[in-house]
């Protein structure tokens, strides 16, 4: 089988300024950045010892990233009782996802303009106010505003850090590091609960958004002190003058219009009402919108659609955004089981989930470090995805008197599936791309791997919520009931039933929750693994991780190190001098 890329096959390795976009190569400006934007491209290859340092301050800023995205679902049903505002305490959790996701794709393009280190601070800036002041904040509303100011700040930090790590490690060591990251990804997003439970029962839930101010602090140090600043070439508002200014305020808007009522749906409206349908119509409508600026009238286009021509890398594209919507699955839906069906706590239920994180943390780092030695990340997409597959098609099984050795073995499964594939995507993009393009489509991948996330936990609500309403109304339970229940069945026994409608509701909820509606939830989860297996085995191809500068980069790299030592040592041989002169005038 071949394609305009060329035969699919683990051993055939391209170069990306080798492959043909239209059939026309691709072409730079001269400088290693986009033809006619005056962009250029900011690699800056560190040494072992500097790099030690940077990548410390980058893991930090990535934990609190993630540490905040779920870290405050356990802490709910407390805000909405000490604020009296639990009709809208999810929204701390909804504003924190909407302005992260949607912001996404333009730091990519901020950090061409003014530099990584520039915008990176700024993120880390940002999200450290937002969460000083989500601790202070006095009411339901003050804490939903400080969220998504937070949630600018984190979706700045997720892109810009895997940017800046494109930029520092050379494509064919990124594998290892990315490996990193997705241990740092994975440990975050899956201990928040955990954290998030034991300071709301522990502390004061105040501690779930003061812990981030620390550690971002600490990481806010490293990146300012550490992290070369390599100089932009260009007018930075000439720039922004060439700014697609129309394609950013047409993507934030699309990507609220659709955030906001998937959010909504089978919760606060059904998927059939206006509020829900109009907003979700304009959003696609205004997609549309996008691209047609995008190609048209973007000087500088937000995202360069040009990429996508390039097979392999719509395809990485497409699996990211597939691999976002599954991963969030399993993290919901796994400890609502818990808690629903065998009555754990919400602490517990993060415990009971550690089979899937540990083994996907192992395998993350281990194929990252796989892939820099063997140059060749296809096989470890297939084997993932193909894992993955095999894991959702087993917790299509799962009932209510399922073992609790036959879920470790399906999670440690899942994780050694999916560990495989959360970051080597992103390689398997940036292997096929010129070094200019590597931040514009970071953060086009990194929205649309959240965009998938939000996307999953909506539609997996849906096919629940609608298998269960229909069980608990045959029961005669009010509408308004069954409304309660859906949105919250971990509380099924501390609402104000009799006996017999409590074990009711237990029971209808328990055996149709795991045998039908998670059932139907896996089984949709199968069904995309699959095609995500299938598109790899047909599609990816192995391109070479060697770049042919990468000798010059590295060279660079360590010029700026010694040069910055013999700064340091100039100035303090110039401070001696100053103090001896003093001395030697008081003498």
Not at 17 to 30: L, R, T
Not at 410 to 423: A, P
Not at 484 to 513: C, F, N, V, W
Request: net charge positive.
């Amino acid at each position: 089988m071949s394609d305009k890329l060329g035969p699919i096959s683990p051993l055939t390795l391209t170069k990306p300024e080798d492959v043909e976009k239209g059939g026309e190569p691709q072409k730079g400006d001269g400088t290693g950045g986009e033809k006619g934007t005056g962009l250029t491209a900011q690699t800056n290859l560190l040494p072992m010892r500097q790099l030690l340092v940077v990548f410390s301050g980058l893991s930090v800023a990535m934990l609190c990233s993630m540490l905040d995205q779920t870290i405050v679902s356990t802490a709910l049903p407390t805000l909405g009782a000490v604020f009296h505002d639990a009709d809208i305490a999810s929204w701390t959790g909804t504003a924190y996802m909407l302005t992260s996701t949607a912001c996404q794709p333009l730091y990519g393009r901020l950090s061409d303009i003014f530099g990584r280190k520039t915008v990176l601070v700024f993120a880390l800036a940002v999200f450290l106010i937002g969460s000083v002041l989500c601790g202070v904040s006095r009411s339901m509303t003050m804490l939903i505003v400080t969220r998504a100011v937070a949630g600018i700040g984190g979706g700045g930090i997720l892109t810009t850090v895997t940017i800046v790590v494109s930029d520092v490690v050379s494509l064919k060591e990124r594998g290892k590091y990315q490996g990193i990251i997705g241990v740092v990804v994975s440990a975050g997003t899956a201990i928040g609960p955990i954290v998030g439970g034991v300071f709301t029962e522990k502390v004061s839930w105040r501690w779930c958004f003061f812990i981030t101010v620390p550690l971002s602090a600490v990481a806010l140090i490293i990146v300012a002190f550490a992290l070369p600043f390599k100089k932009v070439d260009g007018d930075a508002m000439e720039k922004i003058k060439k700014m697609d200014g129309w394609g950013c305020l047409i993507s934030f808007v699309a990507s609220i219009a659709i955030l906001l009522p998937i959010s909504w749906a089978g919760t606060m409206y059904s998927w059939s009402s206006a509020a829900v349908l109009v907003p979700l119509i304009l959003g696609i409508a205004l997609i549309g919108v996008f691209i047609v600026v995008e190609v048209k009238v973007a000087r500088i286009p937000l995202i360069p659609l040009h990429m996508f021509r390039n097979t392999h890398v719509s395809i990485c594209i497409l699996t990211s955004f597939l691999t976002g919507f599954t991963t969030f699955v399993n993290l919901y839906y796994l400890p609502q089981f818990y808690q629903v069906v065998q009555n754990d706590s919400a602490l517990r239920s993060g415990i009971m989930i550690l089979p899937l994180v540990i083994s996907q943390i192992v395998t993350s780092f281990s194929s990252g470090f796989l892939v820099s030695k063997f140059e060749c990340y296809r096989i470890n997409l297939i084997v993932g995805y193909g894992l993955w597959t095999i894991a959702s098609g087993l917790f299509t099984t799962v009932t209510i008197s399922t073992p609790a050795w036959k879920l470790v073995i399906f999670q440690l499964l899942t994780g050694l599936g999916s560990g495989q594939t959360l970051q080597i995507t992103l390689v398997a993009i940036q292997a096929a791309l010129k070094r200019s393009e590597m931040a514009v489509i970071t953060g086009a991948r990194n929205y649309l791997r959240m965009m998938g996330s939000t996307l999953a936990i909506a539609a997996s609500s849906a096919i629940v919520g609608n298998i269960v309403r229909s069980k608990l109304s045959a029961l005669d339970f009010s509408s308004s009931l069954v409304s309660e229940i859906i949105a919250d069945p971990t509380k099924i026994r501390s609402m104000a039933l009799s006996a017999t409608q409590e074990t009711s509701a237990l029971e209808a909820y328990g055996k149709y929750h795991t045998s039908k509606g998670v059932q139907v939830t896996y089984q949709m989860m199968t069904g995309l693994a699959g095609v995500q297996f299938l598109l790899c085995l047909i599609f990816v191809k192995d391109y070479s991780l060697e770049r042919d500068d990468d000798a010059k980069e590295k060279a660079a790299g360590k010029a700026w190190v010694e040069q910055r030592r013999r700064k340091q040592e100039a100035k303090k041989g110039g401070e001696g001098v100053v103090v001896r002169e003093e001395v030697e005038q008081k003498v």
